[in-house]
């Protein structure tokens, strides 16, 4: 992590924070969003697949859907630049409820909610809305938890917290 320091003469671990989650958070988006026809597309030499995927979604509706406000909050400023968000729900069924309303193309699920958890959730979204990709983002590190919500439709899944080049889990 760079360190850089500050007015006071003290270290500032900020910038390099930002830039690890700067990065995590285009990699997890990158890693949902990744779409079948970026592998027919011609590439672009010079152009990396995160810059070829960010103008793929440069569109994007996203449904952020956690039952913790600073979460919510923190998801929003994570994705705000791969597209619009359209929703913001409390609880999984609210998630369910906004997803047929607003016709989101990703939602990004908290796994523990209230009225229903999330792994309900992202069954009920995948099986009536195949096309909707979801992006579990749990602060629980418990494999057979996230191999379930997996199993249950889930795009992609990321650990709160870490570095998620290494946490995600793919179906």
Do not use: W
């Not at 924070?17 to 990699?27: G, L, P, Q, T, Y």
């Not at 968000?85 to 609210?94: I, L, T, Y």
Request: proline share 2%; aromatic share 2%.
């Amino acid at each position: 992590m760079d360190v850089q320091a500050n007015a006071s003469g003290g270290r500032d671990v900020t910038a390099g924070k930002s830039r690890i989650h700067n990065r995590a958070r285009k990699c997890l988006m990158c890693e949902a969003l990744r779409v079948d026809t970026l592998l027919s597309m011609d590439v672009v030499e010079n152009r990396s697949e995160t810059d070829q995927l960010r103008d793929l979604s440069a569109s994007l509706r996203i449904l952020i859907a956690d039952d913790h406000p600073a979460m919510r909050e923190a998801i929003y400023d994570s994705v705000i630049d791969f597209g619009e968000v359209v929703g913001v729900a409390h609880n999984g069924q609210q998630a369910v409820d906004f997803v047929e309303r607003l016709e989101p193309d990703v939602v990004v699920m908290d796994l523990r909610m209230p009225i229903l958890d999330g792994i309900e959730a992202t069954r009920i979204i995948k099986a009536n809305h195949p096309r909707v990709r979801v992006v579990v983002y749990t602060a629980y590190d418990d494999r057979a938890l996230l191999e379930e919500v997996i199993a249950a439709g889930a795009d992609a899944c990321a650990l709160k917290g870490e570095d998620l080049d290494t946490s995600i889990l793919r179906g």
